[in-house]
Nanobody, 132 residues
Framework: QVQLVESGGGLVQAGGSLRLSCTAR????????MGWFRQAPGKERDFVAA????????YYADSVKGRFTISRDDAKSTMYLQMNSLKPEDTAVYYC????????????????WGQGTRYDYWGQGTQVTVNS
């Protein structure tokens, strides 16, 4: 079983930047889909960004396109979410997640990337607060 450990959250002013990290422990992440989700108080969990660990396109929610970047360092088994031009509405608990996925093709064909129920394992979450 893979354990995901997140870090990097905090308090930032609007317009500022943060980088979240998600380190995987337990086994290789090859052929895994990886994603970031967030949940604001009183709201449902929302998709933020996703990628295929072995490489390929990245996927973003419309609300973060052009501001957030998902990436990974295979040698460190770590996924990142670089968040720039932060807004108060980005305030939420951010979760990283992974899925033992069959194939990138299927995930793309059926657009599983943004579906939280498709992910098998989750991090504990890290709080991001953006002040106006």
């Amino acid at each position: 079983q893979v354990q995901l450990v997140e870090s990097g959250g905090g308090l930032v002013q609007a317009g500022g930047s943060l980088r979240l990290s998600c380190t995987a422990r337990g086994r290789t992440l090859s052929n895994n889909a990886m994603g970031w989700f967030r949940q604001a108080p009183g709201k449902e969990r929302d998709f933020v960004a996703a990628m295929w660990w072995s490489g390929g396109p990245t996927y973003y929610a419309d609300s973060v396109k052009g501001r957030f970047t998902i990436s990974r360092d295979d040698a460190k088994s770590t996924m990142y979410l670089q968040m720039n031009s932060l807004k108060p509405e980005d305030t939420a608990v951010y979760y990283c997640a992974g899925a033992v996925a069959g194939s990138w093709f299927d995930w793309t064909r059926y657009d599983y990337w943004g579906q939280g129920t498709r992910y098998d394992y989750w991090g504990q979450g890290t709080q991001v607060t953006v002040n106006s």
